[in-house]
RNA sequence: CGGGAGAUGUCAGAGCGGUUGAAUGUGCCGGUCUUGAAAACCGGUGAGGGUAACACCUCCGGGGGUUCGAAUCCCCCUCUCCCGGCCA
């Protein structure tokens, strides 16, 4: 959620920075008007609660001296009645300010590019050279049917387009994939941890899911809860509604889990292979850190994931994210993108963004300065999607007979 | 899923329906004492909003209700613990 505050005391700078990301002027006039009358409203009601409870102070004493109470009993009837009448105004306009506010996306960093879509991310650096093939490198999912390594159509039989199954290799290297990038990010610092598939409501509203991206969403029927798309939430929200010790900062953590994702409107876009399913693995960092150290750890997650790709012999390249193509949530995300020989391109493989203290003030995560309580960054980042890294070392390993070699790294893992 | 108990500040734990935002202990911070530390003693210490700072408002799991007034009474929900059933 963005900072009311700062918006209403800085309206034209927040308003031009979120014009980066696409957002309207009207809505942010609205939001700030809405404020200032929502906090007038408030001292009017506020004002009445105290003469109610001055009143209501006078009852004691009144009794003591054994004086009538009826007349001040209609007074406090009138006031009351007041209340209840200025109080359905403030809940009205509290409603609306909180429809508007959860649904404005997080402010970008000043380094963020403008731009409107993935063609204008800007290029950072590339790693590792693509390998030169001689012969016609396959697509993987030429590959994983040649070897019986991923039944596509099995998977949906079991459940629906966009599921898939693991088989042979694929299965092992799947697992071995996991275990490594745990093993990996535990070296580098980040504690392991392991979290529930299915979180509630506040939850997704902590991070952002909620409210605005239901449709994305699988829910349980009937129940509050909702499959997580990412380890991202259940990671953040561990700390959510806590105010933390000054001293357990930065918290650095990793988990393995599986993802689910609707992937509403991306129809017809890679319907074909393992790019995008409803269920994926993924290995995830999230960083929870005081505001002064957030640049710091993005850098170091950013290098985790990189060196992850480098230590596997796959070729990737860094992206930092324009305007338009950011995340609701990010102020700041940096993709890496692999190297995917059969397809002659670079795709996404992990994403790392800085949310600031967006996240964090709608899941109330603080900590403790001094005697303040100050809200902390978070920062999330993959490392990496395993099935987009098992398909990636498919392509870019794969020899002329069909087979496909593995890296050193993983030997002991299989 | 059935039976019982409970949900209060960092934690533990009080709280006849009315100056209780909350006793007490503990933890933490500051001070006195000490070569230093411990002990002892003194002071401070919940959250959110609001303010230049006060004032003031809200919050005792969540939501309703009774009342002039509710942490305290009533109803619903959620969660936790104990007992039983079921089960990886």
Request: proline share 4%; with cysteine.
């Amino acid at each position: 959620m963005l900072d009311l505050k700062l918006l209403q005391n800085s309206f034209d700078e927040v308003a031009k920075k979120l014009r980066k990301k696409g957002v309207k002027e009207e809505i942010l006039a609205e939001l700030k008007r809405l404020f200032v009358v929502l906090k007038e409203q408030r001292a009017k009601l506020e004002n009445l609660q105290a003469q109610k409870n001055e009143k209501s102070k006078l009852f004691p004493l009144y009794k003591k001296e054994g004086k009538d109470v009826a007349s001040l009993k209609d007074e406090l009837d009138k006031i009351k009645e007041r209340i209840g009448f200025e109080q359905k105004i403030v809940d009205e306009l509290e409603d609306e300010l909180a429809i508007y506010a959860l649904n404005i996306p997080n402010i970008p960093d000043d380094e963020v590019p403008v731009g409107n879509d993935e063609e204008d991310n800007v290029e950072i650096k590339k790693v590792l050279t693509p390998r030169e093939f001689d012969f016609k490198p396959k697509e993987h999912w030429e590959l994983a049917e040649n070897l019986d390594w991923i039944d596509f159509k099995r998977g949906v039989k079991l459940a629906k387009s966009r599921f898939s199954v693991l088989k042979n290799g694929a299965a092992k290297l799947e697992r071995a994939l996991i275990n490594y990038m745990l093993d990996f990010n535990t070296k580098r610092g980040f504690k392991e941890v392991c979290v529930p598939y299915i979180v509630n409501k506040e939850s997704m509203k902590g991070t952002g899911q909620l409210p605005k991206f239901e449709e994305d969403l699988f829910k349980i029927e009937d129940e509050e809860l909702y499959l997580i798309p990412t380890a991202e939430v259940p990671l953040t929200n561990l700390y959510r509604d806590e105010i933390l010790k000054d001293d357990e900062l930065p918290i650095l953590m990793t988990g393995y889990t599986a993802c689910f994702r609707k992937e509403a409107g991306s129809a017809g876009r890679d319907t074909r292979g393992m790019i995008r399913q409803h269920q994926f693995d993924k290995v995830e960092l999230v960083s929870i850190t005081k505001p002064e150290h957030s640049d710091e750890v993005f850098d170091k997650m950013v290098e985790c994931a990189s060196d992850l790709l480098t230590t596997l012999g796959l070729p990737h390249r860094l992206v930092m994210l324009c305007g338009g193509d950011l995340g609701f949530g990010a102020a700041k995300t940096i993709d890496l993108e692999v190297w995917l020989p059969g397809q002659g391109k670079y795709r996404e493989i992990s994403s790392v963004s800085n949310t600031r203290d967006f996240q964090a003030r709608r899941a109330k995560i603080r900590y403790k300065e001094g005697k303040k309580n100050r809200l902390v960054h978070t920062l999330n980042g993959s490392s990496l999607a395993v099935g987009r890294t098992l398909i990636a070392i498919m392509e870019n390993y794969q020899q002329k007979d069909g087979t496909i070699t593995i890296p050193e790294v993983l030997k002991e893992y299989l």
